[in-house]
Protein backbone atom coordinates (compact mmCIF):
# COMPACT_ATOMS: atom_id res chain seq x y z
CA UNK A 1 0.00 0.00 0.00
CA UNK A 2 1.06 3.62 -0.87
CA UNK A 3 2.29 5.52 1.94
CA UNK A 4 0.09 7.58 2.99
CA UNK A 5 -1.06 11.37 4.39
CA UNK A 6 -2.15 12.03 7.08
CA UNK A 7 -6.13 12.12 7.60
CA UNK A 8 -7.68 15.37 7.65
CA UNK A 9 -11.11 17.36 6.95
CA UNK A 10 -11.60 20.75 5.71
CA UNK A 11 -14.61 22.88 6.05
CA UNK A 12 -15.63 26.55 4.56
CA UNK A 13 -17.98 28.47 2.76
CA UNK A 14 -18.21 29.53 -1.09
CA UNK A 15 -20.03 31.96 -3.20
CA UNK A 16 -20.44 34.66 -1.05
CA UNK A 17 -21.75 32.30 1.85
CA UNK A 18 -24.53 31.10 0.53
CA UNK A 19 -22.77 27.33 0.48
CA UNK A 20 -21.44 25.49 2.97
CA UNK A 21 -18.59 23.40 1.90
CA UNK A 22 -16.84 20.54 3.53
CA UNK A 23 -13.87 17.63 2.70
CA UNK A 24 -12.30 14.87 4.06
CA UNK A 25 -9.20 12.41 3.08
CA UNK A 26 -9.74 9.54 5.43
CA UNK A 27 -7.71 6.78 3.98
CA UNK A 28 -5.85 5.21 7.36
CA UNK A 29 -8.94 5.26 9.28
CA UNK A 30 -10.44 3.38 6.99
CA UNK A 31 -7.90 0.90 6.50
CA UNK A 32 -7.85 0.56 10.20
CA UNK A 33 -10.87 -0.31 10.72
CA UNK A 34 -10.52 -2.58 7.59
CA UNK A 35 -7.95 -4.57 9.46
CA UNK A 36 -9.50 -4.77 12.53
CA UNK A 37 -12.24 -6.20 11.42
CA UNK A 38 -10.87 -8.34 8.48
CA UNK A 39 -13.30 -6.73 6.26
CA UNK A 40 -14.01 -8.10 2.94
CA UNK A 41 -13.95 -5.07 0.00
CA UNK A 42 -17.30 -4.51 -0.30
CA UNK A 43 -18.13 -3.98 3.68
CA UNK A 44 -14.81 -1.52 3.42
CA UNK A 45 -16.69 0.44 0.91
CA UNK A 46 -19.72 0.49 2.48
CA UNK A 47 -18.50 1.27 5.62
CA UNK A 48 -15.89 3.67 4.95
CA UNK A 49 -18.62 6.05 2.65
CA UNK A 50 -20.39 6.11 5.96
CA UNK A 51 -17.73 6.92 8.02
CA UNK A 52 -16.72 9.43 5.90
CA UNK A 53 -20.22 10.89 6.11
CA UNK A 54 -20.02 10.33 9.69
CA UNK A 55 -16.83 12.65 9.70
CA UNK A 56 -18.15 15.46 8.07
CA UNK A 57 -21.44 15.15 10.19
CA UNK A 58 -18.92 14.96 13.12
CA UNK A 59 -17.09 18.64 12.20
CA UNK A 60 -21.05 20.43 12.09
CA UNK A 61 -20.84 19.46 15.92
CA UNK A 62 -19.60 22.23 18.61
CA UNK A 63 -17.60 20.58 22.44
CA UNK A 64 -18.44 17.32 23.35
CA UNK A 65 -21.25 16.63 21.23
CA UNK A 66 -21.23 13.27 19.70
CA UNK A 67 -23.29 11.37 16.75
CA UNK A 68 -24.18 7.82 15.68
CA UNK A 69 -25.16 7.25 12.11
CA UNK A 70 -27.27 3.75 11.80
CA UNK A 71 -27.45 2.22 8.07
CA UNK A 72 -30.18 -0.82 8.71
CA UNK A 73 -30.51 -2.00 5.27
CA UNK A 74 -31.93 -5.66 4.15
CA UNK A 75 -28.55 -6.03 2.46
CA UNK A 76 -26.04 -9.25 3.83
CA UNK A 77 -23.63 -7.06 5.65
CA UNK A 78 -26.08 -5.93 7.68
CA UNK A 79 -25.96 -2.81 9.89
CA UNK A 80 -23.35 -0.53 9.67
CA UNK A 81 -22.93 1.92 13.01
CA UNK A 82 -20.51 4.58 12.53
CA UNK A 83 -20.04 7.00 15.97
CA UNK A 84 -18.23 10.46 15.35
CA UNK A 85 -18.14 13.91 17.37
CA UNK A 86 -17.00 17.07 17.20
CA UNK A 87 -12.86 16.18 17.99
CA UNK A 88 -12.57 14.16 14.62
CA UNK A 89 -12.70 10.85 16.31
CA UNK A 90 -14.46 8.36 14.22
CA UNK A 91 -15.07 4.49 15.40
CA UNK A 92 -17.83 1.49 13.08
CA UNK A 93 -18.40 -1.18 12.36
CA UNK A 94 -20.49 -3.39 10.03
CA UNK A 95 -22.26 -6.25 11.22
CA UNK A 96 -21.31 -8.84 8.62
CA UNK A 97 -17.77 -7.98 7.66
CA UNK A 98 -16.69 -10.97 5.50
CA UNK A 99 -20.24 -10.86 3.53
CA UNK A 100 -18.89 -10.80 0.01
CA UNK A 101 -20.94 -9.27 -2.79
CA UNK A 102 -20.43 -9.82 -6.48
CA UNK A 103 -19.47 -6.59 -8.54
CA UNK A 104 -22.24 -4.39 -10.02
CA UNK A 105 -23.01 -3.84 -13.89
CA UNK A 106 -20.29 -1.54 -13.81
CA UNK A 107 -17.89 -3.46 -12.57
CA UNK A 108 -17.34 -2.03 -9.39
CA UNK A 109 -17.88 -2.38 -5.68
CA UNK A 110 -21.90 -3.30 -5.37
CA UNK A 111 -22.29 -1.39 -2.37
CA UNK A 112 -25.84 -1.09 -2.63
CA UNK A 113 -26.20 -5.01 -2.89
CA UNK A 114 -24.34 -4.80 0.23
CA UNK A 115 -26.06 -2.32 1.82
CA UNK A 116 -29.92 -3.53 0.68
CA UNK A 117 -31.94 -1.13 -1.15
CA UNK A 118 -35.15 -1.04 1.64
CA UNK A 119 -34.68 -0.48 5.03
CA UNK A 120 -33.49 3.02 7.25
CA UNK A 121 -31.02 5.30 8.12
CA UNK A 122 -31.32 6.71 11.48
CA UNK A 123 -28.73 9.41 12.87
CA UNK A 124 -28.84 10.16 16.71
CA UNK A 125 -26.91 13.13 18.05
CA UNK A 126 -25.99 13.74 21.71
CA UNK A 127 -26.25 17.72 21.86
CA UNK A 128 -26.14 18.13 25.96
CA UNK A 129 -29.32 18.78 26.16
CA UNK A 130 -31.77 16.19 27.80
CA UNK A 131 -33.26 13.81 25.11
CA UNK A 132 -31.06 13.29 22.37
CA UNK A 133 -32.13 14.80 18.63
CA UNK A 134 -32.95 11.35 16.25
CA UNK A 135 -33.56 11.61 12.73
CA UNK A 136 -34.44 8.49 10.43
CA UNK A 137 -35.29 8.31 6.74
CA UNK A 138 -35.88 5.30 4.31
CA UNK A 139 -32.76 4.17 2.37
CA UNK A 140 -33.61 5.47 -1.21
CA UNK A 141 -30.64 3.34 -3.47
CA UNK A 142 -28.23 1.95 -1.25
CA UNK A 143 -24.88 3.57 -2.54
CA UNK A 144 -25.09 5.48 0.30
CA UNK A 145 -23.72 9.36 -1.18
CA UNK A 146 -27.48 9.35 -2.40
CA UNK A 147 -29.24 8.32 0.25
CA UNK A 148 -27.21 10.64 2.91
CA UNK A 149 -28.30 13.61 0.55
CA UNK A 150 -31.49 13.01 1.12
CA UNK A 151 -31.09 12.54 4.81
CA UNK A 152 -30.16 16.51 4.89
CA UNK A 153 -32.69 17.22 2.21
CA UNK A 154 -35.56 15.56 4.34
CA UNK A 155 -33.99 15.16 8.42
CA UNK A 156 -32.25 18.52 8.06
CA UNK A 157 -34.31 20.15 6.26
CA UNK A 158 -31.10 21.61 4.02
CA UNK A 159 -30.24 20.79 0.35
CA UNK A 160 -27.21 19.31 0.12
CA UNK A 161 -25.01 17.35 -2.44
CA UNK A 162 -23.08 14.38 -0.84
CA UNK A 163 -19.83 12.43 -2.51
CA UNK A 164 -18.28 9.82 -0.47
CA UNK A 165 -16.28 6.92 -2.26
CA UNK A 166 -13.15 4.10 -0.94
CA UNK A 167 -10.94 2.55 -3.28
CA UNK A 168 -9.58 -0.35 -2.26
CA UNK A 169 -6.52 -2.18 -3.63
CA UNK A 170 -6.03 -6.06 -5.03
CA UNK A 171 -5.06 -7.29 -1.98
CA UNK A 172 -8.18 -5.76 -0.09
CA UNK A 173 -6.02 -3.27 1.47
CA UNK A 174 -7.62 0.50 1.56
CA UNK A 175 -5.83 2.91 -1.34
CA UNK A 176 -8.22 5.90 -0.90
CA UNK A 177 -11.27 7.30 1.26
CA UNK A 178 -13.01 10.18 1.29
CA UNK A 179 -15.99 12.49 0.88
CA UNK A 180 -17.42 15.85 0.15
CA UNK A 181 -20.68 17.45 1.18
CA UNK A 182 -21.84 21.00 -0.04
CA UNK A 183 -24.84 22.51 1.22
CA UNK A 184 -27.33 25.40 0.33
CA UNK A 185 -27.62 27.92 2.50
CA UNK A 186 -30.55 30.88 2.53
CA UNK A 187 -29.81 33.15 -0.31
CA UNK A 188 -28.77 31.37 -3.07
CA UNK A 189 -30.54 32.44 -6.63
CA UNK A 190 -32.06 29.87 -9.15
CA UNK A 191 -29.38 30.89 -11.36
CA UNK A 192 -26.50 30.17 -8.63
CA UNK A 193 -28.47 26.69 -7.80
CA UNK A 194 -28.28 25.70 -11.98
CA UNK A 195 -24.71 26.03 -11.44
CA UNK A 196 -24.28 24.11 -8.76
CA UNK A 197 -26.31 21.34 -9.87
CA UNK A 198 -24.13 21.49 -12.91
CA UNK A 199 -20.49 21.53 -11.21
CA UNK A 200 -21.78 18.78 -8.72
CA UNK A 201 -22.72 16.74 -12.33
CA UNK A 202 -19.51 17.42 -13.59
CA UNK A 203 -17.36 16.52 -10.42
CA UNK A 204 -14.94 13.20 -10.71
CA UNK A 205 -15.39 10.77 -8.39
CA UNK A 206 -13.97 11.44 -4.98
CA UNK A 207 -11.55 8.64 -5.65
CA UNK A 208 -10.86 9.45 -8.83
CA UNK A 209 -9.49 12.59 -6.98
CA UNK A 210 -7.70 11.41 -4.36
CA UNK A 211 -5.91 8.94 -6.64
CA UNK A 212 -4.75 12.20 -8.64
CA UNK A 213 -3.05 13.54 -5.61
CA UNK A 214 -6.23 16.03 -4.76
CA UNK A 215 -6.05 17.39 -1.54
CA UNK A 216 -9.71 17.79 0.18
CA UNK A 217 -9.35 21.39 -0.49
CA UNK A 218 -8.44 20.82 -3.84
CA UNK A 219 -11.73 18.87 -4.43
CA UNK A 220 -13.86 21.89 -2.95
CA UNK A 221 -11.84 24.19 -5.03
CA UNK A 222 -12.62 21.77 -8.32
CA UNK A 223 -16.67 21.81 -7.20
CA UNK A 224 -17.18 25.50 -6.28
CA UNK A 225 -14.35 27.41 -8.35
CA UNK A 226 -11.98 29.88 -6.51
CA UNK A 227 -14.84 31.81 -4.47
CA UNK A 228 -14.66 30.25 -1.68
CA UNK A 229 -12.85 30.55 1.98
CA UNK A 230 -11.70 27.70 4.31
CA UNK A 231 -12.36 28.45 7.67
CA UNK A 232 -10.59 25.09 8.97
CA UNK A 233 -8.67 22.46 8.62
CA UNK A 234 -8.84 19.59 11.52
CA UNK A 235 -6.89 15.94 11.67
CA UNK A 236 -9.16 13.23 12.09
CA UNK A 237 -8.61 9.52 13.71
CA UNK A 238 -10.02 6.59 14.63
CA UNK A 239 -10.58 6.21 18.28
CA UNK A 240 -12.07 3.82 20.31
CA UNK A 241 -13.76 4.90 23.56
CA UNK A 242 -13.22 0.77 25.27
CA UNK A 243 -11.48 -0.05 27.60
CA UNK A 244 -10.63 -2.88 30.47
CA UNK A 245 -12.75 -0.53 33.22
CA UNK A 246 -15.54 -0.22 31.33
CA UNK A 247 -15.63 -3.87 29.88
CA UNK A 248 -15.33 -4.37 34.11
CA UNK A 249 -18.42 -2.42 34.96
CA UNK A 250 -20.18 -4.43 32.14
CA UNK A 251 -19.36 -7.62 33.70
CA UNK A 252 -20.44 -6.04 36.98
CA UNK A 253 -23.64 -4.45 36.10
CA UNK A 254 -25.08 -8.44 35.35
CA UNK A 255 -24.78 -9.13 38.76
CA UNK A 256 -23.48 -11.54 41.21
CA UNK A 257 -25.48 -14.69 40.67
CA UNK A 258 -24.42 -14.04 37.08
CA UNK A 259 -20.64 -14.37 37.43
CA UNK A 260 -20.85 -17.16 39.36
CA UNK A 261 -22.61 -19.26 36.54
CA UNK A 262 -19.80 -17.71 34.31
CA UNK A 263 -17.35 -19.07 36.83
CA UNK A 264 -19.11 -22.50 36.82
CA UNK A 265 -19.76 -23.13 33.52
CA UNK A 266 -16.64 -21.68 32.03
CA UNK A 267 -13.93 -20.46 34.54
CA UNK A 268 -13.58 -17.27 32.20
CA UNK A 269 -14.65 -14.31 30.22
CA UNK A 270 -13.90 -12.86 26.84
CA UNK A 271 -15.24 -9.97 25.94
CA UNK A 272 -14.78 -8.07 22.41
CA UNK A 273 -15.79 -4.79 21.58
CA UNK A 274 -17.59 -4.19 18.75
CA UNK A 275 -16.17 -1.00 17.46
CA UNK A 276 -12.75 -2.11 17.23
CA UNK A 277 -12.43 -5.94 18.12
CA UNK A 278 -10.43 -5.28 21.09
CA UNK A 279 -10.62 -8.38 23.20
CA UNK A 280 -10.68 -8.61 27.06
CA UNK A 281 -10.36 -11.31 28.85
CA UNK A 282 -11.10 -12.05 32.61
CA UNK A 283 -9.53 -14.85 34.17
CA UNK A 284 -11.46 -16.82 37.04
CA UNK A 285 -9.47 -15.40 40.06
CA UNK A 286 -10.34 -11.76 37.91
CA UNK A 287 -14.04 -13.30 37.69
CA UNK A 288 -14.48 -13.95 41.25
CA UNK A 289 -12.96 -11.04 42.09
CA UNK A 290 -15.71 -8.79 40.47
CA UNK A 291 -18.51 -11.15 41.75
CA UNK A 292 -17.58 -10.24 45.25
CA UNK A 293 -17.65 -6.68 44.59
CA UNK A 294 -21.22 -6.93 42.55
CA UNK A 295 -22.24 -8.65 46.43
CA UNK A 296 -21.09 -6.05 48.56
CA UNK A 297 -22.42 -3.37 46.07
Known amino acids: ?4 LKDILVRGTAWGGKLRVFATRMTNIVEEMRVRHNMYPTATAALGRTSAVAAIMGAMLKGNERLTIQVKGDGPIGQIVVDSNA ?3 IRGYVDHPQAHHGSNAQGKLDVAGAVGTSG ?3 VTKD ?11 PIVSGELGEDFTYYFSVSEQTPSAVG ?7 DNSVLH ?6 QVMPGLSDQELDKLEKAVAALPHVTTMLNQGETPEGMIKRLVGEDYTIHDEMELRFQCKCSRERVSTTLLSI ?15 ELVCHFCNEKYYFDKEQ ?5 DQARSS
Open 1 to 4: MAEQ
Open 87 to 89: NGE
Open 120 to 122: NIY
Open 127 to 137: LGLKEPYRGSV
Open 164 to 170: VGVLVDV
Open 177 to 182: AGGIIV
Open 255 to 269: GAADLQSIIEEDGHA
Open 287 to 291: LEQLR
